[in-house]
């Protein structure tokens, strides 16, 4: 079963007057939604007991739930002090998905920086395989997922191709597909059912389809230049894509069920209802 919800609650959840996390897992099952991804993009601001509490709830509400890293890991940089913080962001982000019962964890894998595409690539395919597998022999990984993200902009280390042969390294990386992104990558390439297929086939043939079917979704509208990705939209914009309507049918199609996150830029619950209603709609058909 496909799961959906938003990362973060938007601009409705604050208007509404809610403040705390422990608000949300009511909220988010009273409009029927049942997945959540907490961003701990700026950092791990939250204490380890009130993300406890926060789980047990979003366990009561049957909602899956997600983290997001810090965004300034990046296994491409060659400074080791950097690179060690890098390993510091995601051995934290693990004790994070213990603390919540949550089981994946979304991270932005690396950039660039001053070395070309393919020592940058390098590097980082180097720091996969001793970091993550060092830690799977500690148990550090039981029973979770790191799921590096396809990202929006030239100079970053993420095309859906990338992420895919990165996750090949261990068994617990997965990718996560934001489709808003790689849409601003190619420049709005993703309009047919058949641009999503190769994306997907790709990940079958290259990681099997258990792991495929394990792959966590970002979806929204972004708006992209010449260098990718400027900003995210909400879902009624009609001039960036890309439209979830060919995703659905190839996830149905397919019989996958991946958790589809909406990142829209206000409102996020909204548009993973509308998201949740597509696919309802089609598999209805």
């Known amino acids: ?74 296994f491409a940089n060659p400074s080791e002090e950097m690179y060690s913080k890098t390993k510091g962001y995601i051995l934290t982000g693990i004790k994070f998905l213990r603390a919540f019962g949550a089981d ?16 940058a690539l390098a590097l980082t395919h180097k720091r996969f395989d001793e970091f993550f597998n060092q830690i799977d022999s500690e148990n550090l990984l039981d029973g979770l997922l790191m799921c590096p993200e396809t990202m929006g902009k030239t100079m970053q280390i993420g095309t859906y191709k990338e992420v895919i042969d990165l996750c090949c390294v261990n068994s617990h990386l997965v990718p996560t597909f934001d489709f808003g992104h790689i849409n601003s990558i ?27 079917n394990q792959c966590h979704i970002h979806f929204s509208k972004i708006e992209y230049g010449a260098k990718g990705e400027l900003r995210h939209l909400n879902y009624d ?44 709609n089609l598999l209805d058909k």
């Open 186 to 212: 190619e420049q709005g390439g993703l309009k047919t059912k058949d641009d999503f297929k190769r994306i997907i086939d790709y990940c079958i043939e290259k990681l099997g389809f258990d792991r495929t």
């Open 1 to 74: 079963m496909v799961l959906f919800g938003p990362s973060g609650c938007g601009d409705e959840f604050y208007n509404e007057g809610h403040k705390s996390i422990l608000e949300v897992p009511k909220w988010l099952s009273e409009r029927g939604l049942d997945a959540y991804e907490y961003s701990f993009g700026h950092g791990y601001q939250m204490s380890s007991d009130l993300a406890r509490q926060a789980g047990e709830l979003f366990e009561n509400y049957n909602i899956k739930v997600s983290l997001h890293a810090p965004f300034y890991i990046n």
């Open 237 to 280: 914009d009609q001039i960036y894509g890309p439209n979830f309507e060919p995703l659905a049918e190839l996830l149905i199609d397919y019989k996958l069920s991946p958790r589809v996150i909406c990142e829209s830029m206000s409102q996020m619950p909204h548009d993973a209802l509308i998201m949740k209603n597509i696919y309802k």
């Open 104 to 119: 994946k964890l979304v991270f932005h894998p690396a950039s660039c920086g001053k070395m070309s595409r393919d020592e």
